[in-house]
Nanobody
Framework: QVQLVESGGGLVQAGWSLRLSCASS????????LTWYRQAPGNEREFVAG???????NYADSVKGRFTVSRDDAKNTLYLQMNSLKAEDTAVYLC?????????WGRGTQVTVSS
């Protein structure tokens, strides 16, 4: 069983940066692929960025060059560094852990970017 808790969200102006964290408890995250999703009001949940067990990363086109995903397995934590934030990045950001044994979601952290 994995419990995921996101933090680091907030209200910022366009162009600013935020760093999100997703702390895991219950099981080491080294066994899982880790992903950030986001969901804006009225929209479907969408993929943002992911990092595999070996550190390979991939990003949605909308965030490439602005966001960086990373993981620290020693701290059981997933990160998302978000730079040059835009109003359209406003959403609840959720972390997701997956492997053959199961999938787990955090409850999310709100990011609001004012233009």
């Amino acid at each position: 069983q994995v419990q995921l808790v996101e933090s680091g969200g907030g209200l910022v102006q366009a162009g600013w940066s935020l760093r999100l964290s997703c702390a895991s408890s219950g099981s080491t995250v080294s066994f899982y692929a880790l992903t950030w999703y986001r969901q804006a009001p009225g929209n479907e949940r969408e993929f943002v960025a992911g990092v595999g067990r070996l550190g390979n990363t991939n990003y949605a086109d909308s965030v490439k060059g602005r966001f960086t995903v990373s993981r620290d397995d020693a701290k059981n934590t997933l990160y998302l560094q978000m730079n040059s934030l835009k109003a359209e990045d406003t959403a609840v950001y959720l972390c997701y852990a997956s492997n053959v044994g199961g999938v787990y979601w955090g409850r999310g952290t709100q990011v609001t970017v004012s233009s």
